[in-house]
């Protein structure tokens, strides 16, 4: 096990002797970052004492279609699901409301600060891995991770040149299909990636009309509107300047896609279609006389146009342009001090025809200083952030400790103060079904949390215990008669314990499982939501999954289990308990090039349910997928692979 003075020094700009930099591979495992062997890359603004888990997009692009679905079999993490391919489904972490979930592409922020991302934008084919990093990140990444960090990482150019496609055709008349290739340009590595998903999305279920009355008769109900249509793109260049590694990026995508809106108060007719894009440029100097520099500069576009049942008569448009800078700078001190320090800036504006048009700046300021004891098996860290957006400014400080002992076991501890003001989404854009409201106040939580890990060869566990007190908790809320709104709740708490295992007794086998339990109040509102759970909160969830067989022919099966929940605040109305059963088979007879076929059986017990206000998911349905994969040249041996941003050394 590396040291977490190795585990420091490789963050701060590891090096072979020809100048590369080596990359680990992704470790799967929730433990505190600075003791899993992290990544070395850039960024490198880093959470030492944060629970981190990495899962692999690469094995799993058969049968999981989009990032929502590889998320949510990590503990802690909630997927709310307005049902179906290609519809929207947001993320929440701990309890956090999904606008204190920051999402990252490659280190670049998908959506501002407090903005919920719909990952059902980003498909798993464009991904390497996706990094989930819980717990209150306000103090290093910023006012959005209040309750946590996804960091998506796409696949990475280099390596020779590579030709890759996948097809895939199930239920629902859905269609999802991704090509591209990388190769060496201009002295560097390209990547190009073109996908796209056609559902048409309708299916029948059962529907409780009278769920006050047991044992009356279920009605069948046909879901239409529920269409779907995506086309998106993502390009990759990077190259070493000497000692400067330049890394350009550019993803985008288009859809648009039917609104059918809940049981309840279904539409014929609502239909949302976007537009969006993101550029960026990065660049990480390693100096001779120690310490590192990392530069991001980025533009972010996202034009949507509403209309149909929800949206009166007309037209509903807006578009949404955000642009950032930020730098850090990186350095170890004494062999025991590692200082971080951080400046961002940035702006966003919103464009309505007819509007208001407002905008508003942003500022950032973040200091950091990790002290390491007892060559590295004791380590300190602390820091502080200030984040300036518009009238509102806020401050969030962290402090955190990590042990490594003996025998493969560590521990750690955390608290500190997440801030952050309202989302310029939440105040002012419509995004869909979600209202905005512009009198929300910052929300501010005290967060801690104490976990314990241990590994070896064979198995790993950890366990963690957390506690958010909330102020001014940001929430969505149903808002009749078929639309949502953010409220500030006037304080709440949240705790909980995430447990995750995994364990390969032997080569083909393979089995992990994680449980979430989480524990919700509303402490000091109208006497109506006092003490009463905060909606849209599972007390428990698990996920539990076993693959085997040879590297030709592997098996799987997993389930994922969710205890009821309200989604209001006076507890008269929930969701039932729901627990979805998925197996697959995926068979690879030939490697070069590599071809693979795999069948992905999801819902397997057709288990009718709801998610959100009411959004029915789908029943039983089954995917075909074929992969192919052609290397042209193989990678040469002693190559230099360069970082991909990862959050082990964010």
């Known amino acids: 096990m590396f040291t977490s003075a190795v585990c420091l020094s490789l963050a701060l700009g590891a090096a072979t002797a020809d100048g590369g930099v080596l990359e680990l591979p992704p470790v799967d495992v929730a433990m505190p970052a600075v003791v899993s062997e992290p990544l070395p890359s850039s960024p490198v603004v880093r959470d030492p004492s944060a629970t981190l888990t990495t899962r692999d997009a690469t094995q799993a692009r058969a049968e999981a279609k989009d990032a929502s679905e590889l998320i949510s079999t990590t503990a802690g993490a909630v997927v709310q699901d307005s049902g179906g391919a290609g519809q929207r489904k947001t993320l929440s972490l701990r309890g956090a409301a999904p606008n204190a979930v920051l999402v990252l592409l490659d280190g670049v922020p998908l959506a501002g600060p407090g903005a919920a991302m719909d990952l059902s934008r980003?498909?798993?084919?464009?991904?390497?891995r996706i990094e989930v990093l819980r717990g209150g990140g306000s103090a290093r990444y910023g006012p959005g991770a209040?309750?946590?960090?996804?960091?998506?990482?796409?696949?990475?150019?280099?390596?020779?040149?590579?030709?890759?496609?996948?097809?895939?055709?199930?239920?629902?008349?859905?269609?999802?299909?991704?090509?591209?290739?990388?190769?060496?340009?201009?002295?560097?590595?390209?990547?190009?990636?073109?996908?796209?998903?056609?559902?048409?999305?309708?299916?029948?279920?059962?529907?409780?009309?009278?769920?006050s009355l047991a044992g009356n008769e279920l009605t069948t109900l046909t879901r239409t509107n529920n269409g779907a249509l995506q086309g998106g793109g993502l390009l990759r260049f990077r190259k070493r300047i000497g000692s400067t590694q330049v890394d350009l990026l550019g993803e985008g995508?288009?859809?648009?896609?039917?609104?059918?809106?809940?049981?309840?108060?279904?539409?014929?007719?609502?239909?949302?279609?976007?537009?969006?894009?993101?550029?960026?440029?990065?660049?990480?100097?390693?100096?001779?006389?120690?310490?590192?520099?990392s530069t991001l500069a980025w533009g972010r576009a996202d034009d949507t146009t509403l209309n149909g049942t929800f949206f009166g008569a007309g037209t509903y448009r807006q578009t949404e342009s955000s642009l950032g800078v930020e730098a850090v700078y990186t350095r170890l001190f004494a062999g025991r001090h590692g200082v971080t320090a951080l400046l961002s800036g940035g702006g966003d504006w919103l464009a309505v025809p007819g509007g208001s048009n407002p905008s508003w700046g942003r500022f950032a300021a973040m200091a950091g200083d990790e002290v390491l004891f007892f060559e590295g098996a004791l380590a300190i860290n602390a820091s502080a952030r200030v984040d300036v957006a518009g009238r509102f400014v806020v401050f969030s400080p962290k402090l955190g400790v990590v042990a490594e002992l003996p025998k493969g076991f560590s521990v750690?501890?955390?608290?500190?103060?997440?801030?952050?003001?309202?989302?310029?989404?939440?105040?002012?854009?419509?995004?869909?079904?979600?209202?905005?409201?512009?009198?929300?106040?910052p929300e501010r939580a005290l967060t801690g949390d104490v976990g314990a890990a241990w590994k070896n060869e064979l198995a790993r566990v950890s366990a963690t215990g957390f506690l958010s007190l909330y102020e001014d908790l940001i929430s969505y809320e149903y808002y009749p008669p078929n639309l949502a709104r953010p409220y500030n709740f006037q304080a709440a708490r949240v705790a909980g314990v995430e447990v995750e295992a995994a364990v390969t007794p032997w080569?083909?086998?393979?089995?992990?499982?994680?449980?979430?339990?989480?524990?919700?109040?509303?402490?000091?509102?109208?006497?109506?939501?006092?003490?009463?759970?905060?909606?849209?909160?599972?007390?428990?969830?698990?996920?539990?999954?076993?693959?085997?067989?040879?590297?030709?022919?592997?098996?799987?099966?997993?389930?994922?289990?969710?205890?009821?929940?309200?989604?209001?605040?006076?507890?008269?109305?929930?969701?039932?308990?729901?627990?979805?059963?998925?197996?697959?088979?995926?068979?690879?007879?030939?490697?070069?090039?590599l071809v693979t076929f795999s069948v992905e059986l999801k819902n397997l017990l057709d288990v009718q349910t709801q998610d959100l206000d009411g959004y029915p998911l789908p029943p039983r349905s089954v995917f075909f997928t074929v992969g192919l994969a052609w290397d042209a040249r193989p990678p040469v041996v002693g190559q230099r692979v360069e970082p991909t941003p990862s959050l082990a050394s964010r």
Not at 122 to 128: G, K, M, R, V
Not at 262 to 288: C, D, K
Not at 429 to 440: C, W
């Open 253 to 293: 995508s288009g859809e648009t896609r039917g609104l059918a809106g809940p049981v309840q108060n279904p539409s014929a007719s609502a239909r949302q279609s976007t537009a969006r894009g993101t550029l960026s440029a990065r660049t990480s100097t390693s100096f001779e006389a120690g310490g590192s520099l």
């Open 122 to 128: 980003i498909p798993t084919s464009a991904l390497e």
């Open 412 to 441: 750690r501890a955390n608290a500190g103060q997440a801030s952050r003001p309202p989302a310029f989404t939440e105040l002012y854009v419509m995004q869909g079904t979600m209202l905005p409201n512009p009198d929300l106040r």
């Open 507 to 593: 080569r083909w086998l393979e089995a992990a499982a994680s449980y979430t339990f989480l524990d919700t109040q509303n402490q000091k509102d109208d006497p109506r939501y006092y003490l009463k759970a905060l909606p849209f909160r599972p007390a428990h969830r698990v996920h539990a999954r076993v693959s085997g067989g040879p590297e030709w022919l592997k098996g799987r099966a997993e389930v994922l289990f969710q205890s009821s929940q309200f989604t209001n605040r006076t507890q008269t109305l929930s969701l039932p308990a729901r627990a979805f059963v998925n197996v697959g088979l995926t068979a690879r007879p030939w490697k070069d090039p």
């Open 146 to 211: 209040m309750g946590g960090v996804v960091n998506l990482v796409t696949r990475t150019p280099g390596g020779g040149t590579r030709l890759f496609a996948d097809v895939t055709q199930g239920s629902f008349v859905t269609t999802q299909l991704s090509a591209g290739g990388s190769t060496a340009l201009l002295g560097g590595e390209g990547l190009v990636l073109l996908h796209g998903l056609r559902s048409e999305g309708t299916y029948d279920f059962t529907y409780d009309a009278l769920p």
